[in-house]
């Protein structure tokens, strides 16, 4: 099967494709990460605990973070315990079908769990711009940083989401938990390698980026503005493209055009072979179809396509570029995609560094999928029963 083109150049391209690239592994022996037994405590205070926290635009500012309410509708994307992949920024995700509770971003400030102080100071940590596309999800990237830490760690985080004035919405304090490196991602039936529980599969969180020029998630909608397509009215009668004897257009419509990766499952087996179902949804233009003398929305055809993929898959020794030598992965995950239902249908698939593998979290770092010396993270996670908790 010919090789597909990666994802961030085709949606600048027409946003009809897209490429999803592996990588990655980490790997934590525990039976139930959601739901540590004695989770083990950190010695460092509260701000050497801090200075270790990675955000894409965070400020420092001394003091309290600002005090917020209590009794939000909000959501949030884990159920009790957040757990950070060393190096690399996981999502937390608000949900607030209340419009007038849209999070813009959230205050936070560590809480050691020796001594229960809190910092000194406090973050303030915008959403990520690039997926503002949703009325209803914000998300927020926090890393860790783990040199000169052992792991496991854990500790809590003060988290206050605040609105697009900066008044706090809600507060809520969280247990973090920072796991140690460990590597099997051969481990089956549930044991915490690749090979998850039987009906479970691996569902798509997140990919970005590491230079942050591209992202998305599945509630990311690419082109949500639309596009305008140039046309012309010829004495009342509507052309897509010139009027008889000119070369210009003299009329253009906008069209409510747009393209979302909506979900992203994958499975693996025991005899390495895996499987995966895409579902991606948008809105192509009609301008054949549609009225340039009009002044009305251009016409669409909306779709919801599924596609199956099939293939084998084989883990390897890594080869890490000098930019990511630090990161100590060991293992690279290769990825062959041998059928797809519709046949030739939906995007490609093909390997990377393991970095990140436990019972719940698999990230995978895709080496340079475009030539321009940026890595793709992309991250999945298993054994979801409910996609929003409570705040």
């Known amino acids: 099967m010919k090789p597909f083109p990666s994802l961030s150049r085709i949606i600048r391209l027409g946003l009809f494709c897209v490429v999803v690239l592996f990588s990655c592994h980490k790997v934590s022996n525990e039976t139930d990460p959601g739901n540590p037994q004695n989770p083990p405590q950190s010695s460092l205070s509260s701000d050497a605990l801090s200075d270790h926290l990675q955000f894409d635009n965070g400020v420092k500012h001394q003091g309290s973070a600002p005090q917020g309410p209590s009794g939000s509708s909000l959501k949030i994307s884990f159920e009790d315990t957040l757990f950070l992949a060393d190096r690399v920024k996981m999502p937390v995700k608000f949900l607030h079908m209340d419009t007038t509770q849209n999070v813009s971003g959230i205050f936070l400030q560590v809480q050691a769990v020796v001594n229960g102080s809190f910092a000194s100071y ?22 860790f940083d783990p040199t000169d830490v052992k792991s496991p760690t854990s500790f809590n985080i003060r988290i206050i989401p605040y609105n697009k004035d900066h008044q706090p919405i809600d507060e809520a304090v969280k247990p973090v938990k920072i796991s140690p490196h ?11 390698g690749l090979v998850t529980a039987q009906n479970e599969t691996w569902d798509w969180v997140m990919s970005y980026m590491m230079k ?26 509507s052309v897509y493209g010139f009027c008889p004897g000119t070369r210009t257009t003299n009329a253009r419509l906008h069209f409510n055009t747009f393209y979302q990766i909506a979900g992203e499952q994958l499975s693996f087996f025991d005899d390495k072979g895996f499987e995966r179902r895409t579902v991606e949804r948008g809105a192509n233009p009609l301008p054949d179809s549609s009225d340039f ?19 084998h898959y ?15 992965d060991s293992l690279a995950l ?28 698999l990230v995978l770092i895709g080496v340079d999928p475009e030539g321009f010396g940026q890595h793709l993270v992309k991250i999945y996670q298993t054994g979801i ?5 409570e705040f």
């Open 334 to 361: 290769q990825m062959t995609t041998e059928s797809t239902t519709p046949q030739f249908s939906g995007y490609g698939n093909g390997g990377g560094i393991i970095h990140y593998l436990d019972c719940r979290n």
């Open 182 to 192: 460990h590597v099997n991602p051969n481990g089956s039936n549930g044991s915490c």
């Open 314 to 328: 084989v883990v390897t020794p890594a080869n890490l570029p000098s930019d990511l030598q630090d990161y100590h």
């Open 385 to 389: 029963f409910e996609k929003w908790f």
């Open 212 to 237: 942050g020029t591209f992202t998305a998630t599945p509630e990311t909608i690419f082109g949500g503005d639309g596009q305008f397509v140039n046309g012309s009215c010829c004495n009342g009668f």
């Open 293 to 311: 003398c009009l002044p009305f929305e251009g016409r669409v055809s909306n779709f919801l396509s599924e596609t199956f993929y099939e293939g």
């Open 122 to 143: 406090y973050y303030d940590v915008p959403e990520v711009p690039i997926v503002d596309s949703s009325d209803t999800v914000s998300i927020i990237l926090i890393g």
